[in-house]
């Protein structure tokens, strides 16, 4: 027994066998367990709290992908409605560029014809204005020939009897 008293190891384990008997005494396991207790209690609550935020943000990322899917049905709606417009504004300027081009041939047709009658008339009053010079020129001549022509004398007396 010398031995284990002279025995710096035994000297040791006894004061670590007194200090855990004072630190049981006091009750240092009791505070222990009840720090450990409230730092897993924290750690529950955060972990709770980033289940929770875990579960908001896959409630928006699934509402997120509800509206894009939403907008990209819009869209394709959208583009489909304008290809169908610029189609049938398409074809509606066609029909306008068509009529407008009868029309406009329609115009062509009566300034054309209402020419051509001028033109027509212009030849016949060219003629007659021609044919009146003529006229003049053979009965100028008639007359310097004789002081009176039978025709115009007959002329008259016709006209004579008419008026009586």
Do not use: C, N, Y
Not at 5 to 14: A, M
Not at 50 to 77: G, T
Not at 91 to 114: P, W
Request: hydrophobic share 50%; no cysteine; charged share 25%.
């Amino acid at each position: 027994m010398q031995e284990l008293i002279l025995d710096s190891h035994f000297w040791v384990g006894v004061a670590f066998v007194v200090f855990v008997g004072v630190l049981a005494k006091v009750g240092v396991h009791k505070l222990a367990w009840t720090k450990l207790g409230e730092t897993g209690a924290k750690v529950q609550a955060q972990l709770d709290e980033a289940a929770s935020l875990r579960a908001e943000a896959q409630e928006l990322l699934d509402q997120i992908k509800v509206q894009r899917a939403d907008a990209e049905k819009q869209a394709a709606a959208t583009l489909q409605a304008a290809k169908e417009q610029a189609i049938r504004l398409q074809a509606e300027a066609k029909e306008k560029l068509a009529e407008q081009i009868k029309r406009r041939g329609e115009l062509a047709t009566r300034r054309i014809a209402v020419a051509e009658a001028q033109a027509t008339a212009d030849v016949k009053a060219a003629a007659a204005d021609l044919a009146a010079q003529m006229a003049e020129t053979v009965l100028a001549k008639r007359l310097e020939g004789a002081k009176s022509d039978p025709l115009v004398d007959q002329a008259i007396q016709q006209l004579g009897g008419r008026l009586q």
